[in-house]
């Protein structure tokens, strides 16, 4: 990436460090509390740690970064020799991170383009990868910047959760609260619309609902050009399958990845998600 132009995200992106690497992206950790105790997410907990709370049924909250720790980054990106500096952030309907980076934008001492991403997971990873690859093209931090709005509004994720307790205790669950009433009776597949968690349709058995998940992705990739992304929490027996059968069966695909969803939004998920974001390029 060019020295003068410098990337942001935060840790919900769950991009693998390679890319991360790759492209020199910096990533402003969210905050998961086990209970009293407070963690930098991507750096002091897992996802198994947090697969393992949820199910001992301790008491665990998410957090955003504070304005000051995105200000630290945005500072050390222009003393690094930045000029400007593109933040692509989870969704501003599900956290307050982008909100965050926007105050610290402010006061940053070179202008840093602020992108609310409307989604989270590797649905933003993807708006993240387009910004990088808009800078290593050699496009202005503007360009980069309207990349990923573009990458992140054509878009899609969708996703099993077992029970919606999780996103009920967080209150993510949005107009997904409907559903509720017959929670027992049904497993929920929902999706990312307008930055929010809605509901999509609501299926007898986790087994009908893996499989009708497969046909939205398949329905909703079509004959496009597209990556796509299989995610999970301690789930990776439903995800591998999965992806592969994608794979065989997504006539566009270009790249496939496997990945498990950090603490942060594995604490309003919980054990058993399975999730697959379709994103044309």
Excluded: C, W
Aim: charged share 25%; glycine share 10%.
């Amino acid at each position: 990436m060019p020295a003068d132009l410098a990337l942001v995200t935060d840790s919900t992106a769950y991009l693998p460090q390679e890319t991360l690497d790759r492209h020199g992206i910096t990533v402003v950790p969210l905050s998961v509390a086990v209970g009293d105790t407070v963690f930098a997410e991507g750096l002091e907990i897992s996802p198994k740690d947090v697969a393992e709370a949820l199910r001992g049924k301790e008491r665990v909250t998410t957090s955003r970064p504070n304005p000051e720790t995105f200000a630290a980054a945005y500072r050390a990106a222009a003393d690094a020799g930045a000029r400007e500096i593109v933040s692509v952030h989870i969704s501003g309907e599900l956290s307050g991170t982008v909100e965050a980076a926007r105050l610290a934008a402010g006061e940053a001492p070179v202008p840093v383009h602020v992108v609310d991403s409307r989604l989270v997971g590797m649905a933003l990873g993807y708006g993240v990868l387009a910004a990088a690859e808009a800078i290593a093209a050699g496009r202005e931090a503007a360009e980069a910047a309207a990349a990923a709005t573009r990458r992140t509004g054509l878009t899609s994720g969708f996703f099993y959760v077992d029970t919606l307790e999780y996103l009920r205790r967080g209150g993510r669950i949005g107009a997904a609260r409907a559903l509720l009433g017959s929670a027992l009776a049904v497993k929920p597949l929902l999706h990312l619309d307008g930055g929010r968690i809605e509901p999509l349709e609501k299926v007898r058995t986790a087994s009908r609902a893996i499989a009708r998940l497969e046909e939205i992705a398949v329905e909703r990739a079509a004959e496009l050009e597209v990556d796509v992304t299989v995610h999970h929490l301690a789930a990776e027996e439903r995800a591998e399958p999965l992806a592969e059968r994608l794979r065989r069966r997504i006539p566009g695909l270009r790249e496939l990845y496997v990945g498990e969803v950090g603490a942060v939004i594995g604490a309003h998920v919980g054990p058993g998600l399975l999730a697959v974001v379709v994103s044309p390029r």
